[in-house]
């Protein structure tokens, strides 16, 4: 592969195509012969970020010095070099991208007062101010101050000696080093690093113009170049200021004649945002295998199971890790969104509902209620039509389990079950009331304290398993019934040290629950009780030395549906909310209204030290309030 560069005033910019004209003229004997008066370089080179080469063409058209270099073991050890002195653009163009408005590539054309091929002069034009003496007895100088010499006549070649100077490499490249000086073990995105020169061999020359510096990610074998505005000298160590792209991992180059894996860096990246705890998924029941139950719907005839394939369960499984829950594309089956695939999915018969039962018993005693009888009772169309349906739904919603600012919101959620649409449904009121309560400042001092206790055992790093502990980012799909599961977080820490009832250890974090007394008549139960999906992503992380600011997205999705467990409950022996859960049934599971999906999502950040886990918080936060 033959790797080319145009080399002008020391900036660099890579040979992406070079075309040379060149037109005949009948020279002695009328033998055709090549005309110098009309050699011609079209180039289309990589632009960058820097506006030299245009502000130079602005200025003038005419350049002192301009070299084009290309190297590749077909070409031998010097490969080619074109020095063109005095070089006309008689055309030139910058070709920008459509979306970012960043430069994407340059097409010049180059015509040359004098050119020479490794050395070997090629040709001179009337018009060129250069002294083609002076020049032949050095013609590899290349600066810009070489080149005015050169014109002015002040130039004297240098001796030729009988030893080469030795080149000028980089032995050794360290970082990255953070802000505050400290070696990173990893990058993290949105911060800045510095990689330092720390080894050349004995080679002469300018180190900070002839060292360069390229980038790989992620192992990829393909090298990019980085620009050397970048490049610095700090108490006379070269250096370069890097801000990570996204990559898994990256690995910077520092070079003079050949980047090699032998002088580099390559570290892993932390990128944002990513996932630390996710639970069940929005739609699917608690195996992940099929429906969820109380988001099926239906006229009482059973369809065949399971409503979903395995196979389409898996492209969402994969696509809700990669890009999250696209409810209004291509996840919209899985938010019962109107499709004329699946106008039902039903999976309970009449019979099923009229056998219902809620178990009663005691310390010696055990009997049934039939709840079943409930449900049965408001199925007559003739006396009980839709619209009566809503408006007791309606009304006992309200009465009974919802009041201020959430009485509004469940008198919303029954207008969109009504509208029989399905979907995803989010509200201002419900999000505040569920954000602000005790149960979620409860769970996100759970998140927290787990997130804490990682970075404790891993003494600050995020990306790469260390010593054995895992790291912090977790895609894994974790099932709040499922034993495996359980067993899997309490391996990993996802515990509170909160102990249970009756005083047993530690239990699990999964999901906020909002079932107290409160919650009933607040109108936070019916709106979510139990939250059925979460998931909790870091979106940026800030260290100063060994203290942290992380900030998190939580993402809370719950079906706003019944099933029959729902009508074995114990409410349903409650004359109040008995009716209230009959009818919500009897719309859903009798005359085929689609329940929904509600979401709850908001951001948080707290602070902490490498150095204080999960304990040491439990610990402050008891202090703060004795």
């Known amino acids: 592969m033959i790797k080319g560069k145009l080399i002008d005033d020391c900036y660099e910019y890579r040979i992406l195509r070079m075309n040379v004209e060149v037109n005949q003229k009948l020279g002695i004997n009328n033998i055709p012969v090549c005309d110098p008066d009309h050699i011609k370089y079209h180039l289309e080179v990589e632009s960058d970020r820097h506006p030299h080469f245009l502000y130079c063409i602005s200025q003038t058209v005419r350049r002192d010095l301009i070299q084009l270099k290309f190297e590749s073991p077909r070409l031998g050890e010097k490969g080619r070099v074109f020095n063109l002195y005095d070089c006309i653009v008689p055309k030139f163009e910058e070709v920008y991208g459509h979306t970012t408005g960043e430069p994407l590539k340059m097409k010049l054309t180059l015509v040359a007062g004098m050119s020479y091929l490794n050395g070997e002069f090629m040709e001179r034009l009337e018009w060129c101010r250069f002294n083609k003496d002076l020049i032949d007895k050095d013609p590899m100088v290349f600066t810009r101050e070489r080149a005015e010499e050169v014109m002015s006549g002040r130039y004297v070649a240098p001796v030729a000696t009988t030893s080469e100077t030795e080149q000028l490499l980089v032995k050794k490249v360290e970082g990255p080093f953070a802000g505050d000086g400290r070696k990173a073990q990893e990058l993290i995105m949105g911060n800045t690093y510095i990689y330092k020169v720390t080894e050349y061999n004995n080679g002469e020359g300018d180190k900070l113009n002839n060292t360069h510096w390229s980038v790989e990610l992620n192992n990829s074998g393909q090298l990019s170049q980085l620009n050397k505005s970048n490049a610095f000298i700090d108490k006379g160590t070269i250096c370069y200021k890097y801000t990570p792209e996204k990559a898994e991992n990256i690995r910077i180059y520092a070079w003079c004649n050949e980047a090699t894996k032998d002088v580099s860096v390559d570290v892993p990246v932390v990128c944002f945002p990513f996932c630390v705890d996710r639970v069940n998924l929005p739609g699917l029941n608690r195996d992940l295998s099929d429906i969820a139950d109380d988001l099926a719907y239906g006229y009482g005839k059973v369809t065949s199971r ?78 009980y039509p839709d619209e009566k349906l809503f408006e007791i739904f309606k009304d006992k919603a309200k009465f009974w389990f919802a009041e201020g600012q959430l009485d509004g919101n469940i008198e919303r959620m029954i207008d969109k079950f009504q509208e029989n649409s399905g979907g995803v449904y989010e509200d201002p009121a419900l999000s505040n009331a569920l954000i602000n309560s005790p149960n979620m400042e409860l769970y996100c001092n759970n998140v927290q304290d787990y997130i804490a206790q990682r970075l404790k055992e891993r003494k600050g790093l995020i990306s790469k398993n260390i010593n054995g502990v895992n790291p912090i980012k977790d895609d894994t799909i974790y099932m709040v019934l499922e034993p495996n ?37 607040k109108g936070t139960q019916i709106a979510t009780n139990d939250i059925w999906s979460t998931e909790v992503k870091i979106t940026n992380i800030t260290f100063t030395g060994e203290d942290y600011t992380i900030n998190y997205h939580v993402n809370l999705w719950d079906h706003f549906g019944l099933d029959i467990g729902d009508m074995e409950a114990m409410p349903n022996i409650v004359p109040f909310a008995k009716d209230t859960f009959a009818v919500w049934f009897v719309l859903q599971h009798l005359r085929g209204y689609k329940p929904f999906i509600t979401k709850v999502q908001f951001s948080r950040s707290f602070t902490g030290n490498i150095n204080k886990g999960m304990k040491d918080r439990v610990n402050e936060r008891q202090s703060k309030k004795q």
């Open 306 to 383: 399971p409503i979903y394939s395995s196979a389409l369960i898996n492209q969402y499984k994969s696509e809700y890790i990669n890009s999250g829950f696209d409810f209004e594309g291509k996840h919209s089956l899985f938010a019962n969104t109107e499709n004329d695939n699946y106008p039902v999915k039903a999976i309970y018969s009449e019979k099923q509902m009229a056998d219902t039962e809620v178990k009663l018993f005691g310390k010696d005693w055990m009997e049934w209620y039939d709840s079943g009888d409930d449900i049965m009772k408001y199925k007559s169309k003739e006396k």
């Open 485 to 521: 599961s359980r067993k899997t977080r309490r391996d990993i820490g996802k515990i509170t040290t909160i102990p249970r009832k009756d005083g047993n250890g530690n239990t699990f974090f999964f999901r906020p629950i909002f079932g107290s007394k409160d919650d009933r008549t």
